[in-house]
């Protein structure tokens, strides 16, 4: 394989895995916040992409894919607010059998508002024919993008947990919800934002990654697990760590052509997910854990 | 007499299997029959699944990919000129052993973790199963032969045989239903209940929670694996769809609704949400129904439907509501 | 004369750079009942742990009747003979009182799952004799009318006296109490503590934590006092409580 072709297909895995790792990030988002994984994490990117492309038709791209975003993120918080914040206290297996039956509503009545058919929203520049030179290799101008907003939404978010008043609050919350609501931080709506902010994040994924990969109403839940890969890779709740993760599983997946055939590339990712959980189960970059670890265990001394 | 009092229920049940047979072959009505064979095979999956989740407390969203090994192999076997009894046996055994061998690892996880790592295994088995020509990729295998069993009887959905394997199915079931509640009020199902309330306490009592776990768990995949086989006679043939996350997902709304540790409570409500399902009643909206019943169901009955109705719905809290005085 | 049952020496921990556990040694005698204390934070539920194998000690031995245990897992300890308490009592939920403490059984009886799955035909005697033994032991602790119940629907005092029962029903020769009168009232931790206080009568040794005064020096036959991981002080109630060096440890620390 060539130079150029093995960079091509570099950059390629490099893009879809950035947008494993925002699913990643997403789960890491809800979970430092409520303690639960959202199971329903994919469908955001489908929502956010299906609804732009039916956007498009009557708004300019930009709009559309604005207001597709906003939309998602609603949604998010409508999803939270209606299903899940009135739980108290509720057993891990309860969370886990609400999260992936709202995952299936939400995916059956995409099904019925669009249809089964695979749709893709149109390229941001250019079409599916243009393509730039970079170092050699012909690459869509998509891929680019997806970089870009991938990169743009990592750096805008650790900007807003490290700086924003509301940004460290959150952080508060997951290190410690007690000590933090002592000091007068509003927990609840910091869940609503954190559902919105993981549902958004979604969303702008799914929009920059349709015209490449095209949306379905059923993407969502391949798309859940491979995030919960890279999330899981990272350390759960360690939203930086998500990001190399998310980079490397794409990398692997995308290299794993040249080993498997195409039918078991999803394979690739899954593999990866089961062998972190029952080899390192705290992640690759275990950093200071959060709640309960994959096998039950507190972090933290006695 | 007291004895007697447990078999009771299990005998009312053979009284009704038998009378709903009498009368739908009364009223000419007899293809219902097939629904209903189908739809305790079914049920058998969902049994299996309430030992593992509601007995145990283990999760497990990969049951429908234990189904589709079970069937598979039977298939396979079946279809390739191998011996024609063999195809039954071989599902069994080669479910159990997968089982034990993902389990050994894989429940030493919890919680979310197991129920991803799960979910992971079903979408694995799927996806070998569509990309295998041996398996038959996306169309599956068919022309599955009946599976002979004694002095002509077989395995088969074919009309001549329509009441033979409706009593052949539920006589199954039922004693499957009856090793399942022997289990569970026994010393083991005590264990398994333990090891769900607080493992860590179960262990200080001396139970050996891996081995219990693993036990369970390759009991439940059996279940689910001789379904699994003998539904593949039963339909000449088998696809990927059965090996879904769809699937799965439905066995495990089946045990939430039917009140997780309620052998009966899963039973009547696989019965009858498999039957509705088979008869087409949910039309368009048939995953979306199980996918709705997981939600209200959490979120308005989780102890099951039938608590609800003798306790009524459960404060927003999500606390079961403590009787007055005690239960 | 007699028995060591349970030998602690040398015993290291911790819990990343914190040296929790500082060369502890101590043994407890047959039949006797040992009580270690000492103010918070002085490692005494983590040598609970270490001794009831919920742990793995880093370096150091724990041998019970002669035989190494430290390192192995807690449902090996229990087989061994050795039953603990848990101080948040852990009873199982959805389950009654009497199946709780037949739990506890558990390892008294060797049906297996083929077994059990052929129902009453195969274990109805053993079930029988499990059920009476259990009772038995309801009834010592005064408890058998609450057979039925839910355990958790039991008031909080109630709970722990089926948390013990649920520990005798596996007629241990080590019981491991943690923190037995933790969250009862005077009247319930006397009742707790003439509970205890029998089991030397069943050829029972116990080894408690506990910081409730009254009952440790009301029962104890032998104390250790444990402070920042190491033993300070070994004795009989009386000489523990006249040594200046526990008297310090107690006065200066934030404990009652």
């Not at chain 2, 191998?82 to 046996?89: A, E, G, Q, R």
Request: positive net charge; charged residues 15%.
């Amino acid at each position: 394989m060539g130079g150029a072709q093995f960079f091509q297909y570099f950059l390629s895995g490099v893009a879809t895995g950035s947008i494993y790792a925002i699913v990643g990030i997403g789960f890491n988002i809800i979970y430092n916040a409520t303690g639960m994984i959202n199971f329903a994490q994919g469908e955001f990117l489908m929502l956010g992409g299906m609804m732009a492309i039916s956007l498009q038709t009557f708004l300019p791209l930009p709009l559309a894919i604005t207001a597709a975003v906003a939309a998602t993120g609603l949604l998010g918080v409508a999803m939270q607010i209606v299903f899940l914040s009135w739980l108290r206290k509720p057993d891990v297996l309860r969370m886990i059998i609400i999260t992936i039956g709202l995952s299936i509503l939400i995916r059956e009545a995409a099904l019925h508002v669009w249809d089964e058919k695979v749709h893709a929203l149109a390229f941001w520049t250019g079409d599916e024919t243009s393509s730039l030179a970079v170092l050699g290799a012909r690459l869509s101008p998509q891929l680019l993008w997806v970089l870009v907003i991938s990169g743009l939404m990592v750096a805008g978010l650790t900007l807003f947990f490290r700086f924003t008043l509301t940004g460290k609050a959150m952080r508060a919350c997951a290190s410690n919800g007690t000590a933090a609501r002592l000091c007068g931080i509003k927990a609840p709506r910091l869940v609503t934002l954190s559902f919105f902010i993981a549902a958004a994040m979604g969303a702008l994924a799914g929009c920059v990654v349709s015209p490449i990969t095209q949306t379905q109403y059923d993407m969502g839940m391949s798309l859940a697990v491979k995030g919960f890969t890279c999330a899981v890779l990272g350390g759960l709740g360690n939203v930086g760590a998500a990001v190399a993760a998310g980079i490397l599983v794409g990398v692997l997946e995308s290299a794993s052509i040249a080993v498997l055939p195409l039918a078991y590339k999803d394979v690739v990712a899954l593999t990866i997910m089961l062998a972190i959980l029952l080899v390192r189960p705290q992640g690759l970059f275990a950093g200071i854990g959060r709640k309960s670890g994959p096998l039950g265990q507190a972090h933290g001394g006695a | 007499m007291r004895a007697y009092a447990r078999e009771l229920p299990l005998l009312l049940l053979a009284g009704l299997v038998v009378g709903a047979q009498v009368s739908l072959s009364a009223l000419k009505v007899d293809f219902y029959l097939t629904q209903l064979t189908m739809a305790a095979w079914y049920s058998l999956v969902a049994l299996g699944l309430c030992l593992l989740m509601g007995y145990a407390g283990q999760v497990s969203m990969g049951q429908a990919g234990f189904f589709a090994i079970g069937g598979y192999t039977a298939a396979v076997i079946s279809t390739t000129g191998m011996s024609s009894w063999l195809s039954i046996p071989a599902g069994v055994f080669v479910t159990a052993a997968v089982s034990f061998l993902v389990g050994i690892p894989v429940l030493r996880l919890k919680g979310h973790y197991l129920a991803m790592a799960t979910l992971a295994f079903g979408f694995i088995v799927s996806r070998i199963i569509v990309g295998m020509a041996i398996f038959g990729q996306a169309d599956g295998i068919s022309d599955v032969p009946p599976y002979p069993l004694i002095a002509g009887l077989a395995i088969t959905g074919k009309r001549p045989q329509r009441v033979e394997n409706f009593y052949l199915a539920w006589g199954v079931v039922i004693v499957g239903l009856m090793l399942a509640l022997n289990l569970v009020r026994s010393r083991t199902g005590r264990a398994l209940r333990a090891i769900r309330g607080n493992e860590e306490a179960a262990a200080a009592a001396g139970i050996d929670v891996g081995r219990y776990k693993l036990a369970v768990f390759v009991l439940s995949a059996v279940y689910a694996g001789f379904a699994g086989a003998c539904l593949t006679h039963f339909n000449a043939g088998i696809g990927p769809g059965e090996a879904g996350i769809m699937k799965s997902v439905r066995s495990v709304a089946l045990v939430a609704a039917g009140g997780m540790a309620n052998l009966w409570g899963t039973l009547t409500v696989s019965v009858v949400l498999t039957f509705l399902s088979l008869r087409g009643a949910f039309g368009l909206f048939d995953d979306a129904v199980f996918g709705g019943i997981l939600v209200a169901i959490m979120l308005f009955a989780p102890d099951g439907v039938f608590s609800l109705l003798r306790h009524g719905i459960p404060s927003p809290r999500g606390f079961p509501r403590r009787a007055k005085g005690g239960r | 004369m007699s028995n060591t049952l349970l030998r602690v020496r040398d015993l290291h921990h911790w819990f990343g750079g914190l040296h929790v556990i500082d060369g502890v040694r101590f043994s407890c005698e047959q039949r006797l009942v040992t009580a270690v204390i000492g103010p918070n934070g002085a490692g005494k539920t983590t040598l609970f742990n270490l001794v009831a194998g919920n742990l793995a000690p880093v370096s150091g031995t724990i041998s019970f009747d002669g035989r190494d245990i430290q390192g192995l897992p807690s449902f090996e300890v229990s087989a061994m003979g050795i039953s603990r308490t848990f101080q948040a009592t852990r009873l199982f939920p959805r389950m009654t009182v009497l199946e709780n403490v037949m739990v506890g059984r558990h390892r008294k009886s060797r049906a297996g799952f083929l077994q059990d799955m052929g129902g009453a035909l195969f274990n109805s005697r053993e079930e029988h004799r499990m059920r009476e033994a259990c009772m038995d032991i309801l009834e010592n602790l005064g408890i058998a009318s609450l057979a039925g119940q839910q355990a958790l629907d039991l008031p909080f005092g109630r709970q722990r006296l089926v948390e013990l029962a649920r520990a005798l029903a596996a007629e241990p020769r080590l019981l491991l109490l943690d923190e037995p009168a933790c969250g009862l009232n005077p009247r319930e931790t006397e009742e707790m503590a003439f509970q205890i206080a029998k089991l030397a009568s069943l050829d029972i040794t116990t080894l408690i934590v506990e910081h409730d005064m009254s009952l440790v020096m009301g029962i104890s036959d032998h104390i250790v006092v444990l402070s920042f991981g190491s033993v300070i002080a070994e004795g009989t109630p009386r000489e523990v409580q006249s040594n200046e060096e526990v008297v310090a440890v107690y006065l200066g620390a934030d404990n009652v």
